[in-house]
């Protein structure tokens, strides 16, 4: 199983950008979904995720209203819609699978299962 994230890069306050994870080896279906970032110095944090189900979404406070997580089953590719970028956002951004997280724990790093490589996000003020 490999999840390939992108379309990180360099931004300026208040533009936008849009990130892929697309998954080989394995569908998204029956699967958590998240997406985490770590900034340097800090813990790695969760950002969005999509519930097994497919039929939630989960957003840490600081982004609810600027970022949006979405699923694309005919290309197995899940996406993070990024808008208001602010200089906090600046991360490496990281995409995880899970099969048996439940809704409480997809906020947690360590009930993933499968984690892409991350793709740099640096936001300019």
């Known amino acids: 199983v490999q999840l390939q994230a992108s379309g990180g890069g360099l931004v300026q306050a208040g533009g936008s950008l849009r990130l892929s994870c697309e998954i080989s080896?394995?569908?998204?279906?029956?699967?958590?979904v998240g997406w985490f970032r770590q900034a340097p110095g800090k813990d790695r944090e969760f950002v969005a995720g999509?519930?097994?189900?497919?039929?939630?979404?989960i957003y840490a406070d600081s982004v609810k209203g600027r970022y949006t997580i979405y699923m694309d089953s005919a290309k197995n590719t899940v996406f993070l819609e990024m808008k208001n970028l602010k200089f906090e956002d600046t991360a490496v951004y990281y995409c995880?699978?899970?099969?048996?997280?439940?809704?409480?724990?997809?906020?947690?790093?360590?009930?993933?299962?499968?984690w892409g490589q991350g793709t740099q996000v640096t936001v300019s003020s």
């Open positions: 080896g394995r569908t998204f279906r029956g699967h958590a």
């Open positions: 999509i519930t097994r189900t497919g039929a939630g979404t």
């Open positions: 995880a699978i899970g099969a048996r997280i439940i809704n409480s724990a997809i906020t947690l790093p360590a009930q993933y299962d499968y």
